[in-house]
């Protein structure tokens, strides 16, 4: 249910929001989701010494809370403008883009644009497209099938950068750093929490100045450097075999008796190694963490976009079951190298996002089919494709000024 819902949401905020704030409106679900982990780990932490059964009573029914919240909010929120275009329900569609565009009005210039947009590109759909879901697999004039490799790729990298064994594994790498104890593994956790939150909020605010593009490849750099430096460290300290001890003694997830929290006296090594995993949270946070989730929801044109995303985001959870179900197989055989590999697809996925990925902040989900439909230097921040519905819109215009007894422009789509 979780994934039907993450899967949903990303669907509905990549239609509904205006193409100049879409990348900070994904960046906010980012942040809630982290807001949320950040709070299940410290609640965690905080219920542990409780006795009986009111710790896993606690930890289990406060979510409940933000669920119930979330319900109620569900039922206010709009329709997406471009699903009711496609099911025909175009006044219903009007209205929903005045919720979110102009000052509310379904006259509104920036509304009128938008929707004629929407319309001629679903339209053209409906005449000229496929609906069999094999579409996705097919390259023709719209390049489905490099959009999915693209969308999937976006996703697969993000669980490649090696931050879900870091998370997962962090209460390992913290204890084997000498800080153990029946607390330490959430304590660890709670940490991992709070940079993962604090280092979502820049996103939310620069996103859609930054571009897609600059912030994956940036996030790929510093990941990619964050690795290496950690990789000597484990290399040259043998805090690798420490983790390997822990995993082998099964003590990461263990509440034994004992001091909550106890200190062995960490060497700068161990230090090091414990501000650059961090580091490593704290940029991808800031890059791969929000702009993997964004770049494949502005992809696909209407017809594909729900059963695409269904693909990209299966795509992440597969990977991310592989990354986690090997990582521990990883350090009990190669040790330290571990860190290499992770290392080495951080800057694999650097080269593949700048030399094949579109840049696509800044554009409207219809200028985006042009990118991949037509010969446009894709890379270009400023590269704007020519607006049809622009254009048909000056066109009424100056029809109206000639004949005032025209019908207007929402009547006039209404009815085709």
Not at 94 to 118: C, F, K, Q, W
Not at 255 to 261: A, M, T
Not at 308 to 319: H, K, P, R
Not at 378 to 399: C, K
Request: aromatic content about 12%.
């Amino acid at each position: 249910h979780i994934k039907i819902l993450l899967i949903r949401m990303t669907l509905d905020q990549s239609e509904i929001a205006p193409k100049e704030m879409r990348g900070r409106i994904v960046s906010i679900q980012q942040f809630a989701i982290t807001l949320g982990i950040c709070a299940a780990y410290w609640v965690d932490y905080g219920v542990l010494d409780l006795k009986g059964s009111s710790s896993w009573r606690l930890a289990l029914g406060l979510p409940l809370i933000p669920a119930f919240i979330y319900l109620a909010i569900t039922f206010g929120l709009p329709r997406s403008p471009r699903y009711l275009v496609y099911k025909h329900n175009d006044q219903k569609a009007l209205e929903s883009l005045a919720v979110t565009r102009g000052d509310g009005s379904t006259n509104h210039p920036d509304v009128l644009m938008e929707y004629i947009e929407i319309k001629q590109s679903i339209r053209f759909e409906e005449k000229y497209g496929s609906k069999h879901y094999c579409r996705l697999f097919q390259k023709g004039p719209e390049n489905n099938l490099k959009r999915l490799i693209l969308g999937m790729a976006a996703q697969i990298f993000q669980q490649l950068t090696g931050a879900s064994t870091l998370f997962l594994y962090a209460p390992g790498l913290f204890q084997a750093s000498g800080i153990k104890g029946r607390h330490s593994a959430l304590l660890a956790n709670g940490i991992s929490g709070v940079i993962n939150l604090i280092f979502t909020i820049p996103p939310m605010i620069y996103i859609d100045h930054w571009g897609r593009r600059p912030t994956l490849i940036a996030g790929s750099i510093f990941c990619c450097a964050c690795t290496v430096v950690m990789t000597v460290i484990a290399s040259v300290t043998g805090l690798a075999d420490a983790v390997l001890t822990t995993l082998a003694n099964d003590e990461i997830n263990s509440v034994e008796e004992g001091e909550p929290l106890a200190y062995t006296s960490p060497n700068n090594a161990s230090i090091g190694f414990l501000v650059m995993m961090y580091l490593f949270i704290a940029c991808y946070a800031m890059t791969w963490g929000p702009a993997g989730w964004i770049y494949p929801t502005e992809l696909y044109s209407q017809d594909i976009r729900a059963q695409a995303l269904g693909l990209t985001t299966a795509a992440n959870w597969l990977f991310n079951f592989g990354v986690t179900q090997l990582s521990p197989l990883m350090f009990l055989s190669i040790h330290w190298k571990t860190f290499v590999i992770y290392a080495v697809l951080c800057a694999v996925s650097s080269y593949v996002v700048y030399k094949y990925f579109p840049e696509t902040m800044g554009k409207s989900l219809e200028e985006i089919d042009l990118i991949f439909s037509g010969n446009f230097n894709f890379y270009d921040l400023n590269v704007h494709h020519p607006q049809t519905a622009a254009a048909a819109l000056s066109q009424l215009d100056r029809i109206r000024a000639r004949n005032p007894t025209v019908i207007g422009v929402e009547q006039l789509f209404l009815s085709t």
